[in-house]
Structures are given as structure tokens and as C-alpha cells.
């Protein structure tokens, strides 16, 4: 509904958290925002004393990574 009224690129950023998620939101917006997501991936990865640990780089990459991947299969599928 709101590309009826803007030419404006749009871009949604509630509840992404997979690469589903990623996906159906990819279907009808230009861009996907990540943030609570990133957040807790960081929060669940930190130490005791709330210190980045050796898993905090990979926790995070890795959630990227799902949720690219799941723009790209979109991006791909309309592509063909």
C-alpha cells in the first residue's frame, strides 16, 4: 500500500530475524532493515562481564549471512 503513494524506495524493519522473515519482507520492499536481531545475536554471544567473546564476530556474521541470503533468493526469483 504504500508504494501506491511514493515513488520513494522502501525499505520495512519490523520482525526480521531469519532468512525467512528476510525473504517476505524482501518480496514487497527495496530494502530489508536488521536491528533487534543483530542486537540479541551480540547480547547472547558476550561473556559474564558483557565483553565480546571469540563467538561474538561469527554470531553475527553468520546471522548476516542467513538473512542476505534469504533477500537474494527474492532478488534472484525476480530476476528470472
Excluded at 24 to 52: C, F, M, N, P, Q
Aim: charged share 20%; hydrophobic share 55%; net charge positive.
Amino acid at each position: 500500500m504504500i508504494k501506491r503513494h511514493t515513488a520513494l524506495p522502501v525499505a520495512v524493519g519490523f520482525g526480521v530475524r531469519d532468512a525467512a522473515s528476510a525473504a517476505a519482507i524482501a518480496r514487497g520492499a527495496e530494502a530489508v532493515v536488521v536491528g533487534s536481531a543483530l542486537v540479541e545475536k551480540v547480547r547472547l554471544s558476550l561473556d559474564a562481564g558483557g565483553k565480546a567473546t571469540p563467538t561474538t564476530v561469527a554470531a553475527v556474521t553468520g546471522l548476516v549471512a542467513e538473512l542476505a541470503a534469504g533477500v537474494r533468493s527474492v532478488r534472484q526469483q525476480a530476476a528470472e
